[in-house]
């Protein structure tokens, strides 16, 4: 016989809430901040845009670095959001354990080929 502790109800799951928000807030204002400023720097560069002046705007230390940052907040961004889909719609737990590994094996090999890219130029 189950034992009745009460109304009171068990509530699962991470319980992010709160900060998982306010870092896709932060992330996506920082992508649109940095991609506004890419624009800006395209719009307002002279002559045509070719690959000499796209590699020179990301030469300079301090933009590949910037853009690093970037991508890091960009796969924190999408992490958060690919693990609460797994987490809302694949019920089976196996499945989303297999769902949530190949999302960040994805994910942190896009984060190697975009540090490769990026230091390459």
């Given at each position: ?9 068990a ?56 853009t ?5 907040a ?48």
């Open positions: 016989m189950a034992a009745n502790y009460g109304s009171r109800r509530v699962v799951g991470a319980h992010y809430g709160l900060r998982d928000w306010l870092v896709q807030r932060f992330t996506g204002a920082l992508m649109t901040l940095f991609t506004l400023a890419v624009l800006a720097q395209v719009i307002f560069s002279s002559g045509p845009m070719g690959y000499d002046k796209w590699a020179g705007i990301f030469a300079a230390q301090w933009m590949k670095a910037l690093f940052a970037v991508i890091v960009l796969i924190w961004h999408v992490w958060i959001g690919m693990r609460d889909i797994w987490m809302d719609y694949v019920h089976p737990v196996g499945a989303r354990l297999v769902l949530q590994v190949l999302t960040i094996v994805w994910l942190l090999s896009c984060g190697g080929w975009a540090l490769q890219v990026l230091w390459r130029l």
